[in-house]
């Protein structure tokens, strides 16, 4: 099987009824034909895409670290990676399910010896909200007796005068405005005291959690290993489980190829999807096994040197139109090529040169003088330019070059 599809190789079996010009016609369809092929593609890559997707949950997945130990290792900055679902559900119910590679580092008795620290740091932190909600509320109670302490001293100013008589009592609300005052500044210090002590306990929290920044760190890289490991084997199981459909998929198509079958665009619609379930496995994997964090300081590095970055980009412009103009170089080589075209000109009774309506009995354009037929190498006989067999002996084109010049 011949996976350069760019290039053709001839079949060497005489009796193949293969035309090489005719092969853009044996992959055609009719619209109503290429709409159903459209959705057997589409409708191919969802069912892959379920394949896969089934394939990742027979595989089980590695049991992430748990919830205790990212909090130690937050305490001790150090970066934990977390499956979301495993690491809500046991915040939820304050649960750690601890890991066997936890258990064998002694993670478990590091959280132990935290653990009532952790209690009291949580008491103090409900303390300090419930003290901030209360200085909320008093300092608003506190704002507007201010103001109505204000007012009165105001009514006082015009019943002194005889203006207005008063109606609010500046001796009470004087009076109410020094005690929330009193009352504000108590809860402030209390906040400052539960404040300083929530600071205290975190930096013992943070002194025990350093201690174990070996062991977090190692259970981070036994779970990265087991991680990889996974998509290693999910990606072992995809392939062989797709590599074998795509490659019946593709050998049907290039045989019906081959043979100008009316079938040939079905197979080909089939190899579309399979191979992108194909690329999607190896893309997907790719990703997953990819040092993302030398990627990104690479990046990160790169990105300092902004000429370089000018270089990139404009050889980024200029390598783009490099590449599509590749492919459809590719595609006019092996569809437009002079053999190809010529065959196609003299099918329709056209000169390869000029277009002119020409005879079967010519050999000869007469108005360009372009060669429409060339002596056969066996009989003798004067045989249509470019094809592949003598119409007279029948004898291959490639069979009698060979001969003439072996002989």
């Keep these: 099987m011949n996976l350069r599809f760019w290039k053709k190789i ?38 892959g895409n379920n394949l896969l997707s089934s394939i990742q949950e027979t595989i089980d997945r590695p049991v992430p670290n748990s919830n205790c130990s990212h909090t130690l290792a937050e305490y001790a900055n150090i970066s934990l990676s977390y499956n979301y679902y495993t690491y809500y559900e046991e915040s939820i119910f304050n649960n750690c399910a601890f890991t066997k590679r936890e258990t064998l580092l002694g993670i478990d008795l590091a959280y ?33 007796t201010l103001e109505k302490y204000q007012a009165s001293l105001i009514e006082d100013v015009a019943q ?60 981070e890289k ?5 991680l990889n490991l996974h998509e290693f084997i999910t990606f072992l199981v995809s392939i062989i489980l797709i590599a074998p459909v795509f490659y019946f998929t593709w050998y049907h198509y290039h ?13 080909g619609g089939a190899v579309a999807s399979f191979g992108l379930i194909l690329a999607q496995i190896a893309l997907v994997f790719t990703y997953e096994i990819l040092p993302r964090g030398i990627l990104e300081a690479l990046l990160s590095f790169l990105s300092a040197f902004e000429a370089l970055w000018v270089l990139l980009y404009w050889f980024s ?17 092996k569809f437009y090529n002079k053999q ?40 003798g006989a004067m045989s249509l330019a470019g094809g592949s067999f003598c119409s007279t002996c029948g004898r291959s084109s490639q069979t009698l070059d060979v001969d003439s010049t072996s002989t």
């Design 317 to 333: 412009f200029i390598l783009v139109p490099l590449f599509f103009g590749f492919l459809i170089y590719l595609i006019q080589k």
């Design 160 to 219: 002194n005068t005889g203006s207005a008589s008063g109606v609010l009592s500046s001796y009470e609300l004087g009076a109410a405005v020094s005690t929330l005052a009193d009352e504000l500044s108590n809860l402030n210090q209390q906040l400052n005291i539960t404040q300083s002590q929530i600071t205290a306990l975190e930096n013992r929290i943070r002194t025990t959690s350093q201690t174990y920044a070996v062991e977090l760190e190692e259970i």
């Design 340 to 379: 190809a075209v010529m065959m196609r000109a003299l099918k329709s009774g056209q000169c390869p040169g000029c277009s002119l309506k020409v005879h079967h009995d010519m050999n000869n354009c007469p108005i360009c003088g372009y060669s429409l037929k060339t002596r056969c190498h066996h009989c």
């Design 255 to 267: 045989k019906a190829k081959l043979e100008r079958s009316e079938y040939t665009i079905i197979w």
């Design 112 to 144: 132990q010896k935290i653990e009532p620290l952790l209690t009291q740091l949580r008491v103090l932190q409900t303390t300090a909200n419930e003290l901030q909600g209360f200085i909320s509320t008093k300092g608003y109670e506190h704002e507007r």
């Design 222 to 226: 036994q779970y990265q290993q087991e």
């Design 10 to 47: 001839e079949p060497t079996n005489t009796h193949t009824p293969y035309a090489p010009y005719e092969e853009i016609d044996a992959k055609r369809t009719s619209k109503l034909g290429y709409f159903f092929l459209v959705l057997m593609v589409i409708f191919g890559v969802w069912q």
